[in-house]
């Protein structure tokens, strides 16, 4: 398969502290990747510096034989690459539906192939409303939403803008067995539609469940990566991560 991204020898400090150490990740365009590690690992910063809200001090990040290096957050989302954030963003004054067309318009409507119309954004607003199971939702507003279905409207943001890449931060974050459940099939579905799915998750049902590989971090390394069940097996990540 062809590398989407490819991040190469990564460096993160905050002052003396080290929070990403060459940091050497690819990822395959359709692939499903899981990115595990104990609180502190660098996880988020790793995050963070691929989607430009931090920028990184060595190495580099390539995505579609792209350099993104210096690049600002919402040229990284034009160019196809989104997220979604452990604690959902919503615009708390619009509806669901309004949340989605924000996305729509800023990142779609501004890409080469030229502007929406209303009626096509209306449309797409409803597919992705039917695809994350929110079409009865609509004309409700974020707070008015269970914990579950925010989450959900947190994926249809960022699938609004049609990534290529959906970097999904710790998406079941409170949830039930049974909702957990429910987001890893949606994501699951989201990849079959096309889109490279990165997974952060602590939650190792879901994580196994999802990944058809795994890297782990461990204070700022990479200390893993491989098959799921090859992985979780590994000497090194059972002492940093699962405790044994």
Known sequence: MTALLEVAGLGKRFGGFVALD??????????RLGLIGPNGSGKSTLVNCLCGTLAHETGTVRFEGRTLDGLPAHARTRFGLARTFQLPRP???M??????????????????????????????????LRLVGLVDCAHKFPRD???????????ARAMAA??????ADEAMAGLSHSEV???????????????TVILIEHIMRAVMHFSQRLVVLV??????????????????VERAYLGQ
């Open 145 to 155: 939403l269970t914990q579950v279905d925010m989450r959900k409207l947190e994926l």
């Open 91 to 93: 615009f708390v004054s």
């Open 219 to 236: 204070s700022g390394r990479k200390i893993a990566d491989g098959l799921p069940d090859e992985v979780i097996r590994d000497a090194e």
């Open 181 to 195: 459940s429910d987001i890893v099939a949606l994501l699951i579905r989201l990849n079959e539609r096309g889109t």
């Open 95 to 128: 509806s669901v539906a309004d949340n989605l067309k924000v996305p729509l318009l800023y990142a779609i409507d501004r890409r080469a192939h030229g502007h929406l119309t209303a009626a096509q954004t209306e449309a797409r607003c409803e597919e992705l």
């Open 22 to 31: 060459g940091i050497d990740i690819e990822v395959a365009e359709g692939e």
């Open 162 to 167: 049609e990534p290529r890449l959906l970097i």
